[in-house]
């Protein structure tokens, strides 16, 4: 089955530096792959999603890319801002509609 | 639009007790699911519904974990009897069947003393 993982349990960056979350994943026939952002108390949000015949997309100051020869998938984030500060998850689609999701990677941002 | 509503917010409860949690999917959206996070595994999927009807209940932990969806804007998650390892926070999101994307509720905080 799927396994999706983050390379690092936390990141902190200075505010307006450009921030960069990794995710590697286990089943190479994974063809769909979403990003959320989950701040404190709340439920994760969709960010951005990217399918696997894609390398990159880039929404409104995040960019997600996919990397399918190593199974990697990143998720930048342009000039960080405090309310960028969340937990971030990656997953991955394992069958017609299940997702699994990665751990996290708590971002913090630095005044 | 509403997104996807949870209830309660908050439950603390005794061992033992039964404990039933609500969701109201986004209207239109066929799929339902329930998660539950914890610090120790994560966001782990439950069971979820496709069109009411449950397709896959492998992540229910235990027979204590029942979930039902009687209608489409409407699902419960039923644990009886309740315990102390039991407390976490359990989501709804629900999808459509045209995407992948999964929407969440704010959660529903359940602590088992």
């Known amino acids: 089955g799927e396994s999706v993982g983050l390379h690092l349990p936390t990141l902190s960056v200075q505010e307006g530096d450009n921030s960069i979350i990794n995710c590697a994943y286990s089943?190479?026939?994974?063809?769909?792959f979403i990003w959320y952002k989950q701040e404190s108390g709340k439920g994760p949000q969709f960010i951005i999603d990217?399918?696997?015949?894609?390398d990159k997309r880039q929404g409104q100051r995040v960019t997600v890319l996919l990397n399918k020869t190593v199974k990697h998938l990143s998720l930048q984030i342009a000039a960080t801002q405090p309310g960028d500060s969340a937990v971030y998850f990656c997953?991955?689609?394992?069958?017609?509609?299940?997702?699994?999701f990665g751990q996290g990677t708590r971002l913090t941002i630095n005044p | 639009d509403a997104g996807v509503i949870q209830s309660p917010r908050h439950e603390v409860t005794e061992m033992g007790q039964e404990v039933t949690l609500r969701c109201k999917p986004i209207?239109?959206?066929?799929?339902l699911f329930w998660y539950r996070q914890t610090m120790m595994r994560g966001l782990e999927l439950l069971i979820y519904?496709?069109?009411?009807?449950?397709?896959?209940d492998s992540g229910m932990p235990e027979d204590r974990f029942s979930a039902k969806m009687p209608n489409a804007s409407f699902s419960t998650l039923k644990i009886q009897p309740s315990e102390p390892r039991d407390s976490a926070v359990y989501f709804c999101?629900?999808?459509?069947?045209?995407?992948?994307?999964?929407?969440f509720g704010p959660g529903t905080r359940l602590l088992v003393l």
């Open positions: 209207s239109g959206h066929d799929y």
């Open positions: 089943n190479s026939a994974s063809d769909y």
């Open positions: 990217i399918r696997s015949n894609m």
């Open positions: 519904f496709n069109n009411n009807v449950p397709i896959d």
């Open positions: 999101a629900s999808s459509l069947s045209t995407s992948e994307t999964q929407y």
């Open positions: 997953a991955g689609k394992q069958g017609a509609q299940k997702l699994v």
